[in-house]
């Protein structure tokens, strides 16, 4: 067979753009940085956002949507905000054929726009707290895009709420971190991804406190999957969000935000690909198992053979499998085998003549590749059965990468060093700030602080910490 | 009781300013002609899009995602289009703190950079019909603007589909226009739109033809709720989607672009709503059924009465009602009515300790405003049929409105006289794009054409069409 992708071990980046184009998940668009997601993308993309839509209802949020426009001036009300995004902004100079009074910028994230409603809307401690999220598009400008991992504009969902305390504030930013991101991580994305609080110098602009999910990637480098920010009284300062509180004083309220992003579908490609394609956990994929009919060498007995098929595919329906139906009989089947591999169905399933005179059908897995001859009464059960196997194996198989590839070491120069293959967990205490520098300047990060239980310290001052460096995406 | 919202009768336009604010739907943006939409009107836009969503993956379309930015070069290619767009456009001048070289547009609509990609994609008959759609942000810069009605920015899906002849297009279109926007339309939004032809002067800019679903607001204006557009070769031609053919040949295809937009909030509220707020139709509703704990007067017996509720609420959720739960008992039962009547859900359940006392709860239907004891064992089976009656009874007293208030008429003079104050049918005949001139000259349009059996026409040319000439937003 004719290489479809480039290994991975040749030349890892490039297989990640051989996926995304092989397997039609994405295309560039034609102002730079820019993508266009196909079908095959989209789909994935609408999965995600039904899995993570329905754990930040279950946390209280409720969805709205603010514009797509800023007043520059908003941007400038919060002092590190704005310098954080400056660099990155797409201004609007002209509308209606007119030039604008006041240029706006194109939104790059929304808490200063939710910050103004926010101080409309909260009145007193009974209006708190006000929990929001958006599903929506933001611009970022970038110098080195790549397909969904840096994109100019992508689609993310962002989460802003308002408390009455800061410990409340805490409380939620953490809920949303555990019980929405982690959980839909390990348990949909089957991706081990490592809890951890971003040190001072890798905090969101605006945020006093950054909460990150990291993932490892198949070439031991690190993506930041989502964060989950506690911002303090500084946007409710600047944009004077108060409340009258019980005892009649009136208070500056505390805000959180958090999102995660299209970036997510980069996550989910380098995780898990292989050198055939993408590989889909099963709880995600839009197609779980995807019934193929193969063509009689001497064209003979089709019918019966698409009439198997049809059966199986209803059956496999009604037992809530998310079900895909290729007849396209006229392409040849290899092609089709090879479409399905890159597309990382998790299951195929393959009627044909010759097995079903035996009573069978194949069950192909793409986890492992395996092919098994079933009889047609076991498939669904099969299909089943392999489809939970399966998303325990990738996590199983991803957990292990992270770990085989994560050293434990003593020193800053010893970090360094070992995050040319992987992660390096060293003590905080070894790194610091200027050690964070140090690294910086080698292009190796401080991903997270954890504790040495694994857990997520309440601040970088305290003791024992454990840093984790790495390079990124 | 005070007077909550402007009476329609009064000031239809006020009127409806105050339903947004009063029932929390939407508040002006900041930046002119934009919109935030709250969470109570952005989960019934959440209930439109599900139901949408769901019709337009059945006729076949698989969703994507197109860039935000368009260069403005791709809007020239076709020039009626341009023509059309260009007062409107939104323009980004610099990104990433630098001049652009050439400046982008924000998106208007999408037929121009997905014309792009269709080109890329479509190489053989085999890849026709191509059929995509998106749920997206689109910009158009409003010099009126009018929340939900015409924003600058607003929320829409836009369909865009690519086909090997003008006839399959054109049925496509039009499967679009019946299964997809007319029965989610009609059998979920509750309103008996009128399915007609645009005339030349009203189509869609770069469209050969225009289909379009007119509702009738309550005070007897026209809304445009939809349209689907054949676009012949044009955008075909501009942008060189071509195929070869089964016979060899290479030809250009033939599209379609459809759109439905959050301006449908705006007929929901225009078409069922009354002096007392919002009228949701159950089957939209993503509360249907609002139970309420009526707090005793004395303060006495709540624990039972909230415990008797809770149940209500679970059976319901049980029997597949979307359910709301009020337990606010500090703040005033009255203030709480009037907010449930504000927000339109389509029933109420008030439990309270009286009413309990003797076996019942209260349903409390919005469409007719009538109150009924109900056993607390018959709630639910209550409920379902009040959702049921009440579905119809809407749709039931929109169609008479429309009925009512359409006249037939037999010159122009009398169609724009009839024009104050609802819809006139008038032969197509008698007014021609001469007397269409005329009539707009005068705040009246052509909303569209229809046969006299009702049908949709294929050209503007049939003999004995209808006009339907009205005022609209």
Request: charged residues 25%; aromatic residues 8%.
């Amino acid at each position: 067979m004719a290489r479809v992708l480039t290994p991975r071990a040749e030349d890892f980046p490039r297989w990640y753009q051989d996926v995304i184009a092989k397997a039609q998940l994405a295309d560039n668009g034609p102002v730079r940085g820019t993508m266009v997601i196909r079908p095959t993308g989209y789909a994935i993309w609408e999965r995600m956002q039904a899995e993570m839509d329905a754990r930040i209802k279950a946390a209280g949020s409720e969805n709205a949507y603010f514009p797509l426009f800023i007043p520059e001036s908003y941007l400038r009300r919060e002092a590190e905000h704005v310098e954080g995004f400056s660099p990155e902004l797409a201004v609007v100079t002209h509308g209606g054929g007119k030039q604008l009074a006041e240029p706006v910028v194109v939104r790059p994230t929304s808490e200063t726009v939710i910050g103004e409603f926010m101080a409309k809307w909260v009145d007193s401690y009974r209006d708190l707290p006000l929990l929001l999220n958006q599903w929506a598009n933001v611009v970022r400008w970038e110098l080195r895009p790549r397909v969904f991992l840096r994109t100019s504009e992508f689609l993310w969902q962002e989460g802003h709420t308002a408390h009455a305390t800061e410990a409340d504030a805490r409380a939620y930013a953490r809920k949303i971190l555990h019980e929405v991101y982690e959980d839909f991580m390990v348990g949909v994305l089957g991706i081990p991804v490592l809890v951890g609080r971003k040190t001072a110098g890798e905090r969101f602009a605006g945020a006093t406190n950054t909460y990150t999910l990291e993932g490892m990637m198949g070439d031991g480098k690190a993506l930041q999957m989502g964060t989950s920010h506690e911002l303090g009284q500084n946007f409710a300062r600047a944009f004077d969000i108060t409340y009258s509180s019980a005892t009649g004083g009136v208070e500056h309220a505390w805000t959180t935000s958090w999102g995660t992003s299209t970036r997510m579908l980069g996550g989910l490609i380098m995780c898990h690909g292989d050198d055939n394609g993408l590989r889909v956990p099963p709880r995600l994929a839009p197609v779980q198992a995807h019934v193929m009919i193969v063509k009689d060498g001497d064209g003979g007995a089709l019918g019966s053979v698409a009439g198997a098929a049809s059966k199986l595919r209803d059956a496999l329906r009604d037992a809530g499998v998310r079900v895909g139906f290729d007849d396209r009989v006229d392409t040849p089947f290899g092609r089709r085998a090879v479409d399905a591999e890159l597309k990382g169905y998790p299951v195929r399933v393959e009627v044909g003549p010759r097995d079903l005179a035996a009573g069978n059908a194949v069950l192909v897995r793409r986890t492992d590749g395996s092919k098994t001859p079933v009889a047609v009464p076991d498939v669904v059960a099969s299909v089943l059965a392999a489809l939970e196997a399966d998303q325990q194996a990738l996590y199983d198989e991803a957990l292990k990468l992270r770990l085989d590839r994560t050293v434990t070491v003593g020193t800053l120069a010893d970090a360094i060093e070992a995050s040319a293959t992987g992660w390096a967990s060293v003590p905080w205490s070894e790194v610091g700030p200027a050690g964070e520098k140090e690294a910086n300047g080698q292009g190796v990060t401080v991903r997270c602080l954890i504790r040495a239980d694994g857990s997520v310290p309440d601040s970088e001052d305290e003791p024992e910490l454990q840093a984790i460096l790495a390079r990124a995406y």
